[in-house]
């Protein structure tokens, strides 16, 4: 990392999910909102990024063929180059891909799921700036609702409650996630890829880096179901609504 | 509990919180969307409750005043009888007060928070159901995102993750929160009211009585914060435009 200097961003987006919970006819990421596919609006939140290098999109290999047809002339008007790489069998094999086709010269490596178009770009510069001095940082949002445990060894038939967690000190983790490039490539080294691994932190914190959480709000929604979907849509036409002059 | 016959039950609705996170001229509740008060989109979804037998709502003590001058007209034109009862010092404290003002007769409770106008009446339904089986249910979500344990003892200056929370068998509670009337009064008698509870289920659950999580969905949200106001606008004109025929 230079002192003080120009510090280079590489952005991995994550688009290789199977999208099997929403059972869409297109992958999620492909699915159009406002008129632009998901995947391109988070995009587009990291192009005002002062230190962006590169974008990375690890793609569904199934979708490989038709993504640069369809999409090609669309990025091509993306300030930085962009590297599209086929996924691999799980998110945490689609994010060591990813890493391994990012550029050597990136200081810190960006990792974003392409589903969580909200971010607000104030939110991804919080988190750059604390990744660039601590290491590592994630866009996190506080527990605030009541959490419960299932009892163990239960079917999802009939659950009930066995126990009401304390939710003091929770955090969802959110993205993006922002490493030094060589943390987070040491991190995949010795403990990935790791289908169990649900985020990229989770393997920093196996190396005992600590990892910093930055405040990612609560619109930073990741559009899972189909339900999701719709509150994306009402979000944008909501957001467009009030922003759209006159 | 009557085998098989008529059963009836009672709808407390929650009004009282302070509201403190929101920082609005008017407590959340009472925040207009669509044209109707939140709270009274809330009591609505419950007209529909084949055993309804009456509303208890309680309010903060500073909106008891006004409240019956504001909004006699329209709680008349509410099915069943409607009370209004002045909140407590804390949540566990208000509900105790609406479980003494409930009636005897009611052979279910069922607890509700004023701030949720966006459950599915097949939701309450279910919920009301499972209780009347199993004599405490509530609506609840699976936590699906990733959970971070915050270092202990760390201030809310830079926190930082200790650790990743294992989330199988993770729910978030939701109302509505239902219970054999004298479950609940029981649960209240031994131990509430608790302001740690945060919400009534606990209180059940250290009665050692299994209480029945129903899947209560990802739209079922609690309107808390400035953002989720936003949210809860959009798609009321979002579910309105698509309701709306013609």
């Not at 587009?44 to 199934?62: A, D, K, M, R």
């Not at 091509?76 to 086929?86: A, D, G, M, Q």
Request: hydrophobic share 40%.
């Amino acid at each position: 990392m230079p002192e003080g200097g120009k510090v280079t961003t590489s952005v991995i987006l994550a688009a290789a999910g199977a999208s099997t919970r929403l059972r869409a006819e297109v992958r999620k990421p492909y699915i159009e909102v406002a008129g632009e596919p998901i995947f391109y609006h988070s995009l587009e939140l990291f192009t005002s990024l002062e230190s962006l290098l590169e974008f990375v999109i690890v793609v569904h290999p199934l979708d490989r063929p038709d993504f640069t047809r369809n999409y090609g002339a669309q990025l091509e008007s993306l300030p930085v180059p962009v590297h599209v790489v086929p996924g691999g069998e799980h998110r945490s094999e689609s994010i060591a891909r990813a890493l391994d086709a990012a550029s050597a010269d990136a200081d810190l490596i960006a990792i974003h799921d392409a589903v969580r178009p909200f971010t607000e770009p104030a939110v991804i510069r919080r988190v750059v700036a604390r990744a660039r001095e601590t290491g590592a940082a994630i866009a996190a949002t506080r527990v605030s609702d009541t959490v419960k445990a299932q009892g163990r060894g239960e079917g999802s038939e009939a659950p009930s409650i066995e126990a009401t967690v304390p939710r003091r000190g929770l955090w969802f983790a959110q993205t993006p996630q922002v490493f030094h490039a060589d943390l987070i490539r040491r991190a995949y080294r010795q403990f990935g890829p790791d289908p169990d691994a649900t985020d990229d932190a989770e393997l920093v914190e196996r190396l005992g880096h600590p990892v910093s959480l930055v405040e990612g709000g609560r619109l930073n929604i990741k559009i899972t179901t189909r339900e999701d979907l719709e509150l994306a849509r009402a979000i944008t036409a909501h957001v467009r609504g009030a922003r759209t002059p006159g």
